[in-house]
């Protein structure tokens, strides 16, 4: 009888267990996938929610994975904007039409105007997001040249199924090619508060396809770099207007500038965030040809710190390694004696790179992106001491020396290649 | 007399790494990481060797009345009456312990997951698992311990593992936190983490021998500050001490900031199994403490006949913070900070006092 009795209890604590204060059936729930925030017009805030397509009751539409369709190309995500004092309070406002509660907890984006983010209310903003539990870290932070409005009312999906699915693959961008940093919400937090360093977020921008210049109107560029754009400057067309590419750099808590692809890039780099990327430089032999080079981190960044002379000296080694992609030239670059003439053209290339970025930072930013400060506070025993030293104040004159190692690891589909031919038919 | 029962090593290490190691899960490691900066781990091995040497003594003492257990070495060294109020504020702290967890985990379910459930609702299905673990007795409550320490175990090496590439090494930086000053003077504060151990003393004779009280002892707060100290040494990694000192349950903090993709995400799951399971036994055995010590006062045979009602002042205690801010700065803060004289000072004062009056127990005697 005891164990009967205890049993039936046991079983009776499975009921209240599951929660029934906070049941939600999933249809009962907006979910939201981008969070955009503009300076308001009528209250403080102008926020724009984009929420996913959820089923109806024929099941033609579904959430996506859950089996459903979903959004097709021509279809326009479903947004909702307002004036608001704040984000939570806007929600509620926004309760007003839509008559399912929004959630968070799936949000991929969070994107500032880039008006928003220059102004003093974005530490306002930042300070009030981190407090609410549907609030997560790992969701990305951008900020958008233009309206943030504008970005979300662009931010479609063109390939696949999945809205949100395609958000989190426009931010894994960052490991594909470099050109966008990878700044959650976690770490952009964490720097945000920094006494180590300062905080950046991903550029984004609306292209209107004006930059893909008619044959004449246009020159080619000296740079051979493919990333001297900033969000919303790639002279492309197509479909989707939206674009990340570059860097947002704060200094404290406002933006103060901005870095493209290239730059970005070198940032990665120094941070040592840096997976992989394609990189086109000038042929060392032959400058009107151009070699195509796949590029990956070797080790993480080498960073030594001296803080014995009146302004700090920091030293920073960027260990590469890469893949040949194209040579035009059909230069022998695979031969070991050849090999060495590129590797020291792509570290020359780099270190210029990394180089003006130190300088564009420590002059015009005057904020420590990289994350040099982290290195400096190992030199030092406590928090007290360390705050003393005041990094951020520091940083603008500390003197940074560089140095790029990188080496050709394999050669592609080509261990040598037969010379080009010239129109008389002997090859070159 | 009240019949516990017999259990062994493994056992009575579950019962006191249980007590001891869940609150690293709650919102007390905030206030050890506010306190110390990047050096909480650090702090927290002060605080490990500290209660150590705090064991020893409470070994001392319990080896000068073999046979007998601590609510009867109290009266047999105050006296009856100041044994009593010796004993019954044992007592009283560890039924604070307990409705302590149970406030604390039920606050924190309803920041992180259940937010729209009315506390005391959370509140009752919490004391009723309570109560079902109790009714059976303490060798059941230890062998519940045993039984989920591998698999919470399990679950925190999941946490540490799968949280590697949010550590930062710089993260560390500067090593010694406030200072070697703070991280002594934090850790002697704070060693009232690990005095748990005190427990054993209360139950000595379930286990099998001094030998067993002192190999259960030693492990359990071996074990614990092991498990605490790598606790705050990845949250350290993870979070700069700024960031650090801001979450209401730092190691909730940490879990919801993994992912490995879009697929793995939410690891905070796992962190809701580990929690909540760690913290109904914590709540439990601390609760079941406060029974025993109580019975053996006023030589109560069954200590069945006290759940209920002792369930009911846990309920109640557990209300009478206003808010969770009350429960982080000062009613958990208080305990951790002034528990040592608990669970240290009165052991301490005893054998100074058998010491010095020559008391022995009757066996050591004869």
């Known amino acids: 009888m005891r164990k009967k009795t205890a049993l039936l209890s046991l079983l009776l604590l499975l009921l209240p267990a599951a929660g029934c204060y906070d049941r939600r059936e999933p249809d009962e729930i907006a979910y939201v996938v981008a969070i955009g925030l503009d300076k308001g017009v009528t209250d403080r805030l102008r926020l724009s929610l984009q929420i996913v397509r959820m089923a109806d009751e024929s099941g033609a539409r579904g959430m996506p994975g859950g089996g459903g369709q979903d959004t097709s190309p021509g279809d326009e995500p479903i947004i909702v904007t307002l004036d608001c004092p704040s984000l939570f309070t806007g929600m509620n406002m926004a309760n007003s039409s839509i008559s399912r509660k929004f ?5 991929k984006l969070i994107i500032f105007s880039e008006e928003l983010a220059r102004s003093d209310d974005f530490e306002k903003q930042i300070s009030g997001l981190m407090r609410y539990i549907e609030i997560r870290r790992i969701m990305h932070i951008l900020v958008t040249r233009g309206k943030a409005e504008d970005f979300i009312r662009e931010n479609k999906t063109l390939i696949g199924k999945n809205p949100p699915k395609t958000m989190q693959m426009l931010t894994d961008s960052s490991a594909l090619t470099g050109m966008i940093p990878d700044a959650n919400l976690f770490n952009f937090y964490n720097d945000f508060k920094s006494t180590f360093q300062r905080p950046i977020a991903i550029l984004a921008g609306l ?49 103060i500038g901005e870095l493209n692809g290239t730059e970005t890039r070198a940032l990665a780099m120094i941070r040592g965030e840096f997976k992989r990327g394609f990189y086109t430089i000038k042929d060392p032999l032959k400058p009107d040809y151009l070699v195509s080079l796949e590029v990956f981190p070797a080790r993480k960044p080498y960073v030594k710190v001296d803080l014995r002379g009146e302004t700090p000296e920091i030293f920073v080694k960027i260990r590469l390694e890469g893949d040949l992609l194209a040579v035009q030239s059909a230069e022998n670059y695979e031969k070991p004696d050849m090999k060495p003439v590129l590797e020291q053209a792509f570290e020359s290339e780099i270190k210029s790179q990394v180089d003006s970025l130190v300088a564009k930072c420590q002059k015009e930013f005057k904020s420590d992106i990289f994350g040099l400060g982290r290195s400096v506070a190992s030199k030092f025993l406590t928090i007290e001491d360390w705050e003393r030293y005041r990094w951020h104040e520091k940083f603008p004159g500390a003197t940074v020396n560089t140095e790029v190692d990188f080496i050709i690891r394999r050669t592609g589909l080509i261990l040598k290649p037969s010379p080009l031919v010239t129109d008389g038919g002997v090859h070159k | 007399m009240l019949r516990e029962g017999k259990i062994g090593v493994f056992e009575a290490i579950s019962v006191i790494t249980f007590m001891s190691a869940t609150k690293v899960l709650y ?43 601590l609510v009867s070495v109290f009266e047999t060294v105050f006296g009856r009456f100041a044994g009593i109020i010796f004993s019954l504020l044992m007592s009283v702290f560890f039924l604070l312990n307990s409705a302590m967890f149970a406030r604390e985990f039920i606050e924190a379910v309803k920041v992180y997951a259940y937010p729209l459930s009315p506390p005391s609702f959370l509140l009752v299905i919490f004391i009723l698992a309570i109560i079902t673990v109790l009714y059976f007795g303490f060798e059941c409550v230890a062998r519940t311990a045993a039984l989920f320490a591998w698999p919470m175990l399990a679950g925190l090496a999941v946490i540490v593992i799968l949280a590697v590439p949010l550590y930062e090494m710089s993260n560390l930086y500067p090593v010694l936190g406030h200072g070697p000053a703070c991280i002594i003077k934090t850790g002697l504060l704070r060693s009232s983490v690990y005095g748990d151990a005190l427990a054993l003393a209360v139950v000595i004779n379930s286990l099998q021998g001094s030998e067993h009280f002192k190999k259960s002892g030693v492990t359990a707060i071996i074990l614990s500050t092991a498990i605490i100290a790598t606790g705050f040494l990845i949250y350290n990694l993870s979070f700069p001490y700024y960031i650090a000192s801001e979450s209401t349950i730092p190691v909730y903090a940490l879990t919801r900031s993994i992912e490995y993709g879009r697929f793995f995400q939410r690891f905070e799951a796992i962190f809701l199994f580990v929690w909540s399971i760690s913290g109904i036994l914590a709540s439990a055995i601390n609760l079941y403490f406060a029974l025993s010590t109580y019975s053996k006062v006023f030589r109560i045979d069954d200590h069945r006949a006290l759940i209920l009602p002792q369930t009911v002042i846990i309920f109640s205690v557990s209300l009478i913070p206003l808010d969770i801010s009350s429960i982080a700065y000062e009613h958990v803060n208080h305990i951790r900070q002034y528990g040592s004289a608990i669970y240290f ?5 005893a054998l100074l006092v058998a010491v010095i009056r020559g008391i022995r127990g009757e066996q050591a005697g004869a």
């Not at chain 1, 004006?210 to 197509?238: C, D, H, M, V, W």
């Not at chain 2, 000072?345 to 004062?349: C, D, K, M, N, V």
């Open chain 1, 103 to 107: 959630n968070l907890m799936h949000a």
């Open chain 2, 27 to 69: 919102s007390s490691s905030r206030a050890l990481v506010e306190a110390s900066g990047t050096s909480g781990w650090l702090t927290t091995i002060v605080s490990g060797v500290t209660a150590l040497a705090g064991f020893y003594f409470i070994i001392l003492l319990m080896s000068r009345f073999p046979g007998q257990e």
């Open chain 1, 207 to 255: 292209n209107t396809f004006e930059n893909l210049k008619n044959p004449g109107r246009g020159e080619i560029q000296e740079s051979t770099s493919g990333g001297n754009y900033l969000a919303g400057e790639l002279p492309r067309k197509g479909y989707l207007k939206r674009e990340l590419l570059g860097t947002a750099v704060f200094n404290g808590t406002e933006m």
């Open chain 2, 345 to 349: 000072g009165i052991p301490l004062l």
